[in-house]
């Protein structure tokens, strides 16, 4: 069974890849928050527990901007 991304998640996996990319490091959550506009940073944690629970991305706990995109949406 295929893991189906809403576009908010879809949008997340761009933004983060991209910003990764221009920048050599990721964003952080209230720069994700702002950049798919959203209200709040724990939505943003919720969609990226989903993300990692699926494969998506990863990070290291308690590390700050350890975020990284390790598969990209299809």
């Known amino acids: ?3 189906t991304l809403s576009d908010r998640q879809r949008k997340m996996l ?3 890849h991209e910003f990764s ?3 050599n490091y ?7 928050r702002a950049a798919v506009e959203l209200k709040s940073a ?5 969609h990226l ?3 990692r629970k699926s494969g998506y ?3 290291e ?3 700050a901007r350890t975020l990284r995109v390790i598969k990209e949406a299809m």
């Not at 724990?42 to 919720?46: A, D, F, H, N």
């Open 1 to 3: 069974m295929r893991n």
């Open 14 to 16: 761009a933004y983060i």
């Open 21 to 23: 990319t221009e920048r």
């Open 26 to 32: 990721p964003p952080s959550l209230q720069e994700i």
């Open 42 to 46: 724990s939505t943003v944690k919720g």
């Open 49 to 51: 527990d989903r993300l």
């Open 57 to 59: 991305v990863t990070w």
């Open 61 to 63: 706990e308690g590390k």
